[in-house]
């Protein structure tokens, strides 16, 4: 089955560096990622998206990369703000309609 | 993006008891999606909620425990039966808009005591 895993379960920064979070996956033919947002007592929100006929793909202050040859797709934070303090999730869909596997998350702390 | 909302938002519960959580989106959606959250955890899938039909369980949900109602192409619910302290969870209904990615509602944060 699948496995979807993050490296740093607890990310610190100082606003206004950026930051990055990254996820491996384990399935090669996964085809879609998804990165959310949760915020404390909120449910995920939506950040980004890439396909696996990408590598790069920019949102505001977002960009997500995807490495398919070492399975792995990372979130790049432009100028960390302290609303970006959230839990961050990679999710992965292989096969299936919509159907995703989210990774562990990462807790993003930035720092005033 | 859809709006989706849920009812109850938090809830605390008995031991033994059941708890039924609703999920509203404000238009119409295939596929419904309901997971949970343990405490400080991921997300884990329970099961495909699709109008018309029997839901979809995923490995280690079964129907007894975990009964799932999509009378419509708005609305579903999720019923966590005989409860125990390790169903203490956030519940999250999500949907797909047609597109490929998930929506989440706000979740249902179950205490069960």
């Known amino acids: 089955g699948e496995s979807v895993g993050l490296h740093l379960p607890t990310l610190s920064v100082q606003e206004g560096d950026n930051s990055i979070i990254n996820c491996a996956y384990s399935n090669s033919a996964s085809d879609y990622f998804i990165w959310y947002k949760q915020e404390s007592g909120k449910g995920p929100q939506f950040i980004i998206d890439i396909r696996s006929n990408m590598d790069k793909r920019q949102g505001q202050r977002v960009t997500v990369l995807l490495n398919k040859t070492v399975k792995h797709l990372s979130l790049q934070i432009a100028a960390t703000q302290p609303g970006d303090s959230a839990v961050y999730f990679c999710?992965?869909?292989?096969?299936?309609?919509?159907?995703?596997?989210f990774g562990i998350g990462t807790k993003l702390q930035v720092i005033p | 993006s859809a709006v989706i909302s849920q009812k109850p938002s938090r809830d605390i519960c008995q031991r033994g008891t059941s708890l039924t959580i609703q999920c509203q989106v404000d238009?119409?959606?295939?596929?419904m999606f309901w997971y949970r959250q343990q405490p400080g955890q991921s997300l884990t899938l329970i099961a495909t909620a699709n109008q018309g039909s029997e839901a979809t369980y995923e490995s280690g949900f079964v129907i007894d425990k975990f009964p799932i109602s999509r009378p419509n192409l708005t609305f579903s619910t999720l019923t966590v039966s005989n409860l125990s302290p390790e169903d203490s969870s956030i519940y999250l209904c999500?949907?797909?808009?047609?597109?490929?990615?998930?929506?989440f509602g706000p979740g249902t944060r179950l205490t069960v005591l």
């Open positions: 238009s119409q959606v295939t596929m």
């Open positions: 999500s949907v797909g808009s047609g597109g490929d990615t998930q929506y």
């Open positions: 999710a992965v869909r292989t096969g299936g309609y919509q159907k995703v596997t």
